[in-house]
Structures are given as structure tokens and as C-alpha cells.
């Protein structure tokens, strides 16, 4: 099959995109043996790259221009101002080199999210001899950040939009900064070690499928159409009342601003089961899950996770939500 060159450029960048994925080539083999991934490195001769920009290539056909025009007439003063402007060329390499030689890079974060929503990823930048270092680009994933280094410990902060559950890969990072004169272009990239976890996204699920949730000691495999309307309970907003908590579904069909509350029985521990609604294809049960145990952390609900070959025992609170969220991301045996 015969590639446009578009298409040949675009498989081109795709194949340096992602550590986990093994380079067409040479210049993706290359790049990944130069640039190994990491979560720390510290920008020098090694792994920074310098050319010249296309501004910087037309100043360099001036100076021969001139050189040619100098030699051709013999005249003292072409020379001259040859020589300075070649002078002030050279410093360009230098300056723009150094503008990110000696920077160090950690990663700082990388934020959980749920997939299709924007995940920050957060680096830290360290300047040597605390010298500033302006006008340093960095470019992700098609999108682009802009970060004057100035204070120590500065942080650019990322957005990474996972396509699907689970661990991710994070793309190459582009490095890139033009200070001062944008003569010469100096870049590196970046592969991160770290991954990027996104969880099921949330979906509610419809009351005539089950809730795929009990209370202790009931049958988790039994369908509950009526569950989720015994557990928590529909009442009229009143004034006061977190947006939260607020069916903003409902509120769009049919203008009812009705409000999720907790029942009396809120202490009693609830169990998320994935077996809970049979017939359904087993990533959107993980949807359904997923909005369940967003509900129970917003109610403060003790819950309970059950998994095929996984139990998560009943408890409360946003680490115990955070945990159970892991799972679903993490699961295997979502079936079709």
C-alpha cells in the first residue's frame, strides 16, 4: 500500500511517541537509545539537540552573500560587519544552548482521572546557579505549554486526555526554546517512565438493568431494579443543597431538579458487584461501577467492591473510592 507523504509523517511521529512502543525507525531507534525514559533528567551535551532555525539559515546565506561581496570588491568595511554579525551568530549557538543546559526535569505528578478527561501531568524544572531561563516551550500531545524559568522549583503543567481505561504510556515531550536572538532552535525529548491511570468512565446505569449493588447478607448475583431507589432516595432540591447532589440528567428531561439523599440507612455497607447486571458487556458494567462508587463517595457510603477473582472489602471515604476506581481501571476480565 502506497503512503502520502502526510501519512508517512504522521506514522513517522506516531512511532516516536511512546517508550512502550518499539521504533520503525533509525532515527526512532536512535532517539530511544539517546533518550532513554525516566522520570528525572537533567538537560546537557548529551541529549540536547541544536540547529539552525529558518530565520537563522537566511542570516546565514547573508553573511556568504556578504563574504562573496566583501572578497569581490575588496572593501574593509564589508568585512568588517561580516565578521561582527558572524560573531553575533556564533554567540546565538551559544546562548540558546545554554538557555537549557543544565536545567534538571522531575516529574512531579501525574493526576487519576477518568478516561476522556483531561489528566494533569506536572514537571518541575530546576535552573542551574539560579540563573533564569526564559522562553522554554514544551510540546505534548498536540497541545503546547510556554514556562519562563525564574523561581526555583517552577512547575509546567501538562493536559493529557486518556483515550480508553487504564494504564497509559504518556507521549514524547518536546523540550524546546529559541532565546535569545531565534536564530538556532535548541530541543530534547522527554519519554516518561510514570504512567497515567484513567478509570471507567462514569455512566448511570438505568433502573430497569439493576443497580448491580446490596446490602450485607443479601444475594449479590439478585437483579435490584428498586435499589438504588431504596438506598438513596429522590426529594425535591432545597435551598442549601450541594450541586453535586443535584440529578442534572433528570433536570435536562424533564425540569425536575430533583436531589440524591442518603437514607437512614446510611451506615450499612453496600456491595458494588460486577455480576450485578447480567447481559451487559462487561466494559460498561465497569461504567456502571464506576458512577456507583462516584455516588457512594459523594453520600459517604461504606461500600464494598466485588470483582471476578477480586474482593475489595466495605469501607468509607476518598481513598477507599480512589482504591476502588484503581481496580476498575486495572481489570482484565471485562468481558463483551
Known amino acids: 500500500m502506497t503512503l502520502n507523504p502526510v501519512t508517512r509523517r504522521r506514522r513517522r511521529r506516531f512511532s516516536l511517541a511512546s517508550p512502550g512502543r518499539r521504533p520503525t525507525t533509525f532515527w526512532g531507534r536512535w532517539l530511544q537509545r539517546r533518550l532513554p525514559a525516566a522520570d528525572e533528567v537533567e538537560l546537557g551535551r548529551t541529549n540536547l539537540f541544536i540547529l539552525p532555525t529558518r530565520e537563522g539559515a ?131 525529548y522527554l519519554w516518561l517512565k510514570s504512567t497515567a491511570l484513567a478509570y471507567p468512565r462514569p455512566v448511570e446505569p438505568p433502573g430497569h438493568l439493576g443497580s448491580g449493588w446490596k446490602a450485607d447478607g443479601e444475594d449479590s448475583r439478585t437483579s435490584c431494579p428498586n435499589r438504588l431507589a431504596d438506598d438513596f432516595l429522590l426529594r425535591p432540591y432545597r435551598t442549601g443543597d450541594l450541586p453535586q447532589r443535584v440529578q442534572w440528567k433528570r433536570f435536562a428531561r424533564d425540569g425536575q431538579m430533583m436531589v440524591l439523599e442518603a437514607e ?42 466485588r470483582l471476578p477473582g477480586a474482593v475489595l472489602n466495605p469501607a468509607a471515604g476518598p481513598r477507599h473510592a480512589r482504591e476502588a476506581q484503581r481496580r476498575l481501571a486495572m481489570f482484565q476480565g471485562a468481558t463483551s
Open 264 to 305: 437512614s440507612r446510611a451506615s450499612d455497607s453496600l456491595w458494588l458487584d460486577y455480576d450485578g447486571f447480567p447481559g451487559v458487556p462487561g466494559e460498561l458494567r465497569l461504567s456502571y461501577l464506576s458512577w456507583l462508587v462516584e455516588s457512594c463517595r459523594a453520600q459517604d457510603r461504606p461500600f464494598g467492591l
Open 58 to 188: 537566511l542570516f546565514l546565506v547573508l553573511l556568504g552573500i556578504m563574504l562573496l561581496t566583501g572578497i569581490n570588491y575588496q572593501n574593509s568595511l564589508i568585512y568588517l560587519l561580516t565578521f561582527l554579525l558572524g560573531a553575533f551568530y556564533y554567540v546565538g549557538i551559544l546562548q540558546t544552548h545554554s538557555n537549557l543546559s543544565g536545567i534538571k526535569l522531575s516529574l512531579r505528578n501525574i493526576e487519576e482521572g477518568f478516561t476522556g478527561s483531561a489528566l494533569a501531568v506536572d514537571l518541575q524544572f530546576i535552573r542551574p546557579y539560579q540563573t533564569d531561563r526564559p522562553a522554554i516551550d514544551l510540546f505534548f500531545s498536540g497541545g503546547a505549554a510556554h514556562i519562563d524559568v525564574r523561581d526555583e522549583g517552577q512547575v509546567a503543567s501538562l493536559a493529557f486526555i486518556p483515550p480508553h481505561r487504564g494504564a497509559h504510556t504518556l507521549p514524547r515531550i518536546r523540550i524546546e526554546s529559541r532565546y535569545p536572538f531565534g536564530l538556532f532552535k535548541a530541543w530534547t
